[in-house]
């Protein structure tokens, strides 16, 4: 009878939810307006005394008399001890640096976070549904976990209002990021896990990664230098005192992640043998000795060569919050089972035993197994007895006895699991009793082969590893140190909350291709589609009788002596997996820790706006001065215009500094006889200038009839770079953007630099707006320009050769929803392409390779906009009404 063809059932599209909730932060675009600034926060360090313990120099003195005090006066002996302890944790010795003795305390700004981008892969998915074999659509919202509250709730009640949680990608620094989630979030003593992959030395080149396509940094190379705000802020900041300023920076981040840790948490940090031995004294001190829970080696190539021995591996430095208390799960992997293991013996199928020799062949259907003691070195009178077994009396010794009782060993003689040598009884142990053993402190599995996208990209294993280890589903997991994404990517793939952040722009770009395009198994859960109530985990056997579940039975001696069922253990690497569901990453956003404006009219503390005018004034000197040494700007269409008398504004509110020009530089006049006022605005030295900001500056402009308004800054928001391009119809004064390279950030630090321009224009994407027959919208990338800033030259590049752009199709002029993702120069999408087959038309996938958009409906807002990632990372954006 012919077999009929049912139709392939097709596969669904899932992703996790995560059933906390959380506070929610404002959007982008809402930072001006924000009402809850907040001052500085001072952490103490833990403060110690020389190993010497200098009484009359040392300011410790009077705490180590007033602990004196407390133990003559104590009350009671646990009083007295726990001020004895502390008495003498003040002699013990500390690593020393320059610096740390004059820093008692760390000041931390305390900045809001605000959302950028929300991204989701279903959302994504859900947009091209027009292109499925049949379905329904979703409520795109939805599939973002955007809780859609209203710009007057995010402004007045930013912080306060909860909705469920969504996983996080934070652009800034790691230090501001975790005082914000701490003071803003309330988020001390709620993160399970924290993994740190700090820089392994000090060198510029060793720490940070310049371009999406370019993974190899040559220390000191001109062609190699970042030009990254963030980056270069925080190297020179940083990496100032060399190994001085890298034990503070790690000192600092460590003290913050402490706070942020559960009772029961713990935390990792990878490092190299460079630096391995100074940052274990750092976190004795930080997290203190009696935490310290293991240093676990791992390899991670075939090695680099050096002088002498060649460096194979890294480590992991794993410190608990408390280590009385520490979440901890066994890891195992399959015992090795040929013939250089322990299991020296094997039993043949017609029940005979034979030695195993080196490199033998083991027969099909032998058992391996071995020998144990059934002679226990301690001391116990009721299993100290006579045993006959086969005719022959033994006994355990003298001062020894057997591992079970009389009962014990007759059961286990019953069922053959008993060896007589000459003179003692032994266990016979096979190796399928339990084929698992547990991994130690030393892990020489972790070395991929495979190709990294990441310059100190860490291996999935290593860190799925750690968080196996010491957290469970639904469970909080944060990374400092973003790199390629690699924590966000194991914590995603095993159910776990994550936030991860960077200080560059180029993680955060790699890292966001990798989870909005990846696939993942989807492990059936015990609690609907939450995984914070835990995996389902079964036993299961294949057709050869091994066990192949997630719980797989301990046959041990004590299980066979006293004819017990064998203990049961979890494989927490193992959990069931419904393949007719491919699971996509959840939602995430990207966020950034933008300080808002300050109102210096109605500052409530005075001293905190002394000291912000001061250092506004200190930047603002710093700007006139590099465009007084800068004098020639760089406008599109090769265009230059000379400065002369570059000078601050007189009683200006709005305006930065006022320079003269030539009329026929501005293209005001022909000849270069006259001359015009030109306006300059300086964006903040941290942070991107906004729409308002752009808006003052240009009114006051225009009142005092300047001919110019040149805008300043290292970066600026999408809405108020389209106001800049618009100022001469909208505000009638001609504006232009001039982007400032973070050169003047780094000091001293480039003075050796080949390139002297300071300051460049930067093109924005263009696009083209095409409808279609059934009057749907699709839009193209044409291109962009990208300035090199080591060449100096500007170059147009065409959509397909950009590294990814993105596409709202209904945008609100704050968060940007990405509905399409395109990744032009890569196969980004292949994976979800191959997991869902059959599925979708290939023209879906055709779309999100190239710059042609799927056709989509217009929204609400009826506005679009595109934003492109270019090889450094940075993100432009454009924004057209349709």
């Given amino acids: 009878m012919p077999r009929k063809n049912t139709p392939k059932k097709l596969k669904e599209v899932q992703d996790y939810t995560h059933n906390k909730q959380h506070p929610q932060r404002p959007d982008i675009g809402t930072e001006s307006q924000f009402q809850k600034p907040k001052p500085p926060v ?23 008399e007033a602990l004196i005090t407390k133990i003559l006066n104590a009350t009671s002996l646990e009083e007295a001890q726990a001020a004895a302890l502390e008495l003498k944790s003040m002699g013990e010795p500390f690593l020393n640096w320059s610096g740390k ?43 973002f976990n955007d809780p859609e509250w209203s710009i007057t709730d995010q402004i007045l009640r930013a912080y306060e209002y909860q909705g469920n949680w969504v996983n996080r990608m934070i652009l800034g620094d790691s230090l501001i990021t975790m005082n914000s989630l701490v003071q803003y979030e309330g988020m001390a003593g709620k993160v399970q896990m924290i993994y740190m992959d700090p820089p392994y030395g000090v060198k510029f080149g060793s720490n940070f990664q310049p371009f999406v ?52 948490g713990s935390v990792f940090v990878q490092i190299s043998d460079e630096n391995v031995h100074h940052v274990r004294e750092i976190m004795d001190e930080v997290f203190g000795a009696e935490n310290f829970v293991g240093l676990i080696t791992f390899k991670t190539g075939s090695g680099f060569t050096s002088k002498y021995l060649k460096t194979t591996c890294d480590y992991l430095l794993w410190y608990s919050k408390d280590s009385n208390n520490t979440k901890f799960k066994r890891i195992f992997f399959n015992k090795p089972s040929g ?10 199928p017609d029940g005979s035993v034979i030695d195993i020799k080196k490199n033998m062949i083991i027969p099909e259907k032998a058992k391996l197994l071995t020998y144990r003691p059934l002679v226990s070195g301690a001391f116990s009178q009721s299993t100290t007895f006579d045993y006959e077994f086969k005719g022959k009396n033994y006994h355990p010794g003298k001062n020894r006895c057997w591992k079970t009782t009389q009962k014990g060993l007759n059961n286990l003689a019953i069922k053959n699991r008993i060896y007589a040598s000459e003179n003692t009884l032994k266990f016979v142990v096979y190796h399928d009793d339990f084929p698992l053993q547990e991994i130690s402190h030393v892990w020489d599995d972790t070395m991929e082969l495979i190709g990294k ?22 469970d909080l997991v944060l990374d400092i140190t973003c790199g390629s994404g690699t924590t966000a990517y194991v914590a995603e793939q095993w159910g776990r909350r994550w936030i991860t952040c960077d200080v560059s722009r180029v993680p955060l770009a790699l890292a966001r291709q990798r989870l909005l395009t990846a696939t993942f198994p989807w492990y059936e859960l015990k609690d609907g589609n939450s995984p914070s109530g835990g995996f389902v985990y079964k036993r299961k056997q294949n057709k050869k009788g091994e066990e192949v579940g997630g719980i797989v039975p301990h046959i041990t001696l004590k299980s066979i002596a006293n004819d017990e069922p064998p203990a049961e253990e979890i494989l927490v690497d193992r959990p069931e997996v419904d393949n007719s569901i491919v699971r996509v990453c959840s939602p995430f956003t990207i966020e950034g820790t933008i300080p808002p404006p300050v109102d210096m009219e109605n500052q409530e503390e005075p001293e905190t706006e002394a000291v912000v005018i001061e250092n506004h004034r200190s930047y603002e000197q710093r700007m006139l001065e590099i465009l007084r040494k800068s004098p020639i700007l760089h406008l599109p269409q090769n265009r230059t215009i000379r400065l002369y008398q570059v000078r601050e504004t007189a009683r200006s509110r709005n305006l930065s500094a006022e320079a003269m020009t030539q009329a026929r530089d501005l293209e005001i006049a022909e000849t270069s006889e006259t001359e015009e006022a030109i306006a300059f605005l300086f964006g903040p030295e941290n942070g991107a200038i906004a729409e308002r900001t752009v808006f003052e500056a240009a009114r006051e402009a225009h009142s005092k009839k300047y001919a110019h308004l040149f805008v300043i800054g290292f970066a600026i928001s999408a809405i108020a770079r389209q106001f800049v391009e618009h100022c001469k119809d909208t505000m009638s004064i001609p504006a232009t953007y001039i982007q400032a390279t973070p050169d003047l950030l780094m000091g001293d630090l480039l003075k050796h630099m080949k390139s002297s321009q300071i300051f460049s224009v930067c093109g924005l994407p263009e696009i083209k707006v095409h409808r279609t027959e059934d009057g749907k919208y699709q839009v193209e990338l044409l291109g962009l320009d990208v300035f090199d800033p080591t060449t100096m030259e500007v170059e147009s590049q065409p959509g397909k050769n950009v590294p990814a752009w993105f596409l709202d199709t209904d945008y609100n002029g704050l968060c940007f929803h990405v509905n399409q ?47 492109v990632i270019d090889d450094r990372g940075n993100e432009l954006l454009v924004t057209e009404k349709i």
């Fill in 213 to 264: 396509k370019k993974r190899d940094v040559k220390h000191n190379e001109d062609e190699h230098f970042t030009r990254e705000p963030e980056m270069v802020k925080a190297y020179r900041d940083t990496w100032e005192l060399g190994l001085h300023s890298y034990l503070s920076y790690l000192r600092d981040r460590l003290l913050l992640a402490r706070e942020l840790l559960t009772e029961s």
């Fill in 339 to 348: 013939s250089d293991t322990y299991f020296d013996k094997c039993e043949l």
């Fill in 42 to 64: 001072t952490y103490r360090y833990d403060s110690s005394l020389a190993p010497e313990l200098n009484w009359d120099e040392n300011p410790a003195r009077e705490k180590a």
């Fill in 821 to 867: 993702a395109f990744f032009p120069r890569t196969s980004a999408w292949e994976g979800i392409k191959k997991a869902l087959k059959g599925t979708y038309d290939d023209e879906v996938w055709e779309h999100l390779a190239g710059t042609k958009s799927a056709p989509f409906e217009p929204g609400e807002y009826k506005e679009i906009a595109v934003k």
């Fill in 453 to 474: 996208n990441y310059v100190v990209q860490t291996t999935t294993k290593t860190i799925e590893r750690c968080l196996l280890m010491t957290t469970d589903p639904g």
């Fill in 101 to 143: 003795a004059e820093r008692s305390s760390l000041e931390v700004p305390t900045l809001p976070l605000f959302v950028h981008e929300r991204l989701s892969t279903r959302a994504i998915i859900e947009t091209l549904k027009s292109h499925q074999k049949g379905d329904n659509q979703l409520n795109l919202f939805d599939l």
